[in-house]
Structure formats: structure tokens, C-alpha cells
């Protein structure tokens, strides 16, 4: 049974595996000299020289070979200080109670991001009946508390929710990408040494080997921004509450795809080595795209949290040419307007431009 390489001995099983590579390799190159100089020493009394030539040929070849492969471990180094994946569980489930404090009605939310649901806030029951806990209460702030602040409460809280979700979503989008990231090293290096071993001169069949990685295939359930970028700020704002999709609000783990076969192959170790080092190459240039969707989509949600919208494509990179606009209704969309009431002082409590006065 072929051992499978764990993260933890990630640069352990390198090192183990360019030890092999250089005595296959070693092995290899020693058969071919063998069969392409025989017959420079057809006698017997060549044999003590053949063995002299050999000899010098396997030292200096041996040299070439530790040298090509000298700097494998150092080049696997980086790919063995991931982040820790749990980290980026634990901070999104911290931001689960303020999901709970941003609930209001009667059936709670959906929690687009780990697919279950939030129960209601029990806390804002009242402002369901506003009119009849101050039916006496008159005058332009009560009016204005009737009409433009109270019934704000349930879409801004909704609003405040979904930006909670969209800190969450690229959190476990995260979990997920340094998951498969640290999953997808150790493949490659296993597939890499499958293919040394077929390569050595006792095993029988083609030096390659396959490996199915997770993450090159898959779309990081990054998410969870329930805004649109390059959306119009007017569909946005629309009724005070952010056009919310469910279909872009996903959980990171619905998001992982079967995987993709990668071929290691070649027909050397060195030629494998060669192959090793460009699909993980080709796993960070993955790595750092993923983590890009990460960044960008934080970008955004802290843009428009502050009311700017930029007008581009999703896919689009942020340039000079589509810098973020403010835009008031997007703004407001988070936040309660400022009551009348919050510039009230003993002496202008009764007027009628603050408190009011009773019915």
C-alpha cells in the first residue's frame, strides 16, 4: 500500500522523495552509459577500464543530479507554512451571535452562508406595533419616528445582517481554500513519487502517475457578498434592502467541485521533478487567485457599507477607470437616519419640532 503524505510531514516526505528520485535517477542514467558505451570495451581485458569509466561517470553524474535537485525542500518550504484552515472556521463562527442580534420577524433568516437558518431577535417584536405602544405621543419627531424611523428598523437590521454574512462568507471561503491548498501539495508530491517509482529500472510500466486535485477545479465559495458589484446603486438601495441572491450566497463546501486529474509525468526522475515543480507552480498562481476573490469581495462590502459602488464587471480588476462613486441611498441603506429626538434638551423637550407634547 502506497503511503500517503500528511501536511504535517509535508517537507519530510520531500526530502524523501528527492532522495529517491536521485538514486532512480542515478540508476537510470547508469544503464543507459552502460548500454551506449559497451562497445568501447569489447574485450575482456577492458573490463578493469570499464569499471574505472563507469566509476568516474556514476561520481560526476551523481554530483549533477544532487545539485539539480538541491533546493527542492527549500522550494516546498512556503508550501508548508499554510495558515491554519480551523483559524478562519473559528472568526466566522464568532460572528454568529451578531447574526442573532440582526433578525427580525416572526420566521427568521436564512444563514445563506452555512445553510441553516437564524432565529428572530425577540427584541424587535415592538416596533411590529410601533402606533399602538405611543398612540398619545404628536408633534413633528413623533411623527417622523411613525413614519420614516421606525419602519426602517426591519430593512436596515436585514441589511446589517447580509454584511455580517458577507465577513463570514470569505472566511469560510478561506477555511476551504487553505483546506484543499494543503490537501492538494500532498497529492502532487504522492503523484510525483508513484511516477518515480514506476520510472525505476525493477518496476515495469510508464513513469507517470495521476493525481486528483480539489482545488484547481473548484470555485472557492467566496461569497457570500450578498452586493453585486457594478450593480446599479438604485437596484441596490431599492426599498432601503440589498438585493440579496441566494444563488451567490453559498456555502463554501456546496461550491467544491469533483477535482481534476493532474499527470506527472515524464521519463526521468528529474524529468518528474521538473513536472512536480510546474503544477505547483501552477497551484500558488491558483492560490493567489482565490485569494484575490477573497480580498475583492471584502473590498467591496467595505465600500458600499460606506455608500461607494463601482461600476464594472465582476471579472473586471479595479483600475483608474472604474473608481467607486457615492452613492447616499446605498449608504443609508445600513444606517438608522438621525431622530430629532437625539438633539433633545430640557428646554426644547416640549417643543414641537422635538418631544411634542401630549395628546
Not at 93 to 119: K, S, T
Not at 260 to 270: A, D, F, N, R, W
Not at 291 to 314: F, H, I
Not at 316 to 344: N, V
Request: negative net charge; aromatic residues 8%; glycine residues 8%.
Amino acid at each position: 500500500m502506497t503511503e500517503t503524505t500528511t501536511y504535517a510531514g509535508l517537507l519530510t516526505a520531500v526530502s524523501a522523495l528527492k532522495q529517491r528520485a536521485e538514486e532512480v535517477q542515478l540508476q537510470l542514467d547508469l544503464r543507459d552509459w552502460t548500454v551506449t558505451n559497451a562497445k568501447n570495451y569489447s574485450q575482456d581485458s577492458d573490463l578493469p577500464r570499464f569499471v574505472e569509466d563507469r566509476k568516474a561517470y556514476e561520481s560526476a553524474r551523481k554530483g549533477q543530479i544532487t545539485s539539480e535537485l538541491a533546493d527542492l525542500v527549500t522550494f516546498f518550504e512556503p508550501f508548508s507554512k499554510f495558515p491554519e484552515p480551523a483559524t478562519f472556521k473559528g472568526l466566522a463562527d464568532q460572528l454568529r451571535p451578531a447574526l442573532q442580534e440582526l433578525v427580525v420577524g416572526p420566521g427568521g433568516h436564512a444563514d445563506f452562508v452555512a445553510m441553516g437558518n437564524i432565529a428572530p431577535n425577540a427584541d424587535f417584536d415592538m416596533f411590529t406595533s410601533i402606533d399602538g405602544l405611543i398612540p398619545s405621543w404628536a408633534g413633528i419627531a413623533a411623527q417622523t419616528f411613525k413614519t420614516s424611523f421606525a419602519p426602517k428598523i426591519p430593512a436596515v437590521v436585514w441589511n446589517e445582517f447580509s454584511a455580517v454574512e458577507g465577513l463570514r462568507g470569505p472566511l469560510l471561503g478561506a477555511e476551504e481554500l487553505w483546506d484543499n491548498a494543503r490537501k492538494d501539495v500532498c497529492k502532487l508530491v504522492d503523484a510525483t513519487r508513484a511516477a518515480v517509482e514506476k520510472a525505476a529500472p525493477a518496476v515495469s510500466g510508464g513513469p507517470s502517475a495521476s493525481s486528483v486535485l480539489f482545488l484547481i477545479s473548484s470555485l472557492i465559495g467566496v461569497a457570500a457578498l450578498p452586493f453585486t458589484a457594478g450593480a446599479s446603486a438604485g437596484v441596490v438601495a431599492a426599498g432601503f434592502t440589498v438585493a440579496t441572491a441566494a444563488s451567490a450566497v453559498v456555502a463554501s463546501s456546496a461550491a467544491v467541485a469533483e477535482g481534476v486529474t493532474v499527470t506527472i509525468s515524464g521519463e526521468k526522475p528529474l524529468d518528474l521533478i521538473a513536472a512536480l515543480r510546474r503544477e505547483t507552480n501552477s497551484l500558488n498562481t491558483t492560490i493567489w487567485a482565490k485569494e484575490w476573490d477573497l480580498q475583492k469581495s471584502l473590498t467591496d462590502l467595505t465600500d458600499q457599507l460606506g455608500g461607494m459602488v463601482e461600476y464594472r464587471g465582476p471579472k473586471q480588476i479595479p483600475d483608474e477607470d472604474f473608481g467607486p462613486t457615492y452613492d447616499a441611498k446605498l449608504h443609508d441603506s445600513f444606517t438608522m437616519p438621525r431622530p430629532a429626538l437625539a438633539d433633545t434638551t430640557k428646554d426644547n423637550a416640549t417643543d414641537r419640532d422635538h418631544g411634542g407634547r401630549p395628546l
